[in-house]
């Protein structure tokens, strides 16, 4: 029935570890550091556009600010919805934007906040674990 499956969608959540670790850090006032992340960014992109043109999801999360990621991305975007996250202190990406006369549809993007990292952490104290001090 069509009313059960308006909140059942898959949804493909496809992260870009380098790019939200160390935006995090930034975002909490740290500084970046260079690293291996073509590694991650190839297998990300790679999942994306599998996923997304094999019908395997019907919608996609991708938390990165990498322009390299700007064609898989415009590529899902031609069969599915998909939201980009943007976990940096700063503007998002050009390339990662909605293209002039791109139809827009439901895609979406959003800039990670402290905040957004702060709600989310779980609490001191998780039945007998406790979070290490200074954490």
Do not use: C
């Not at 415009?74 to 980009?84: E, F, L, Q, T, Y």
């Amino acid at each position: 029935m069509l009313a059960d499956r308006l909140f059942a969608v898959i949804v493909g959540v496809y992260v870009d570890g380098f790019n939200l670790y160390y935006g995090g850090v930034g975002l909490a006032g740290g500084h970046s550091v260079p690293g291996w992340r073509w590694i991650d960014l190839r297998q990300l992109a790679t999942n994306l556009l599998l996923d997304a043109l094999s019908g395997s999801v019907e919608a996609a999360l991708v938390i990165s600010n990498d322009s390299d990621l700007a064609l898989p991305v415009a590529k899902a975007r031609s069969a599915i919805p998909v939201g980009v996250i943007n976990p940096t202190t700063g503007q998002t990406a050009g390339a990662l934007k909605l293209a002039a006369g791109q139809p827009v549809g439901l895609h979406w993007g959003r800039r990670l906040t402290l905040q957004d990292l702060t709600s989310a952490q779980l609490p001191g104290q998780v039945g007998k674990l406790r979070k290490p001090a200074g954490w």
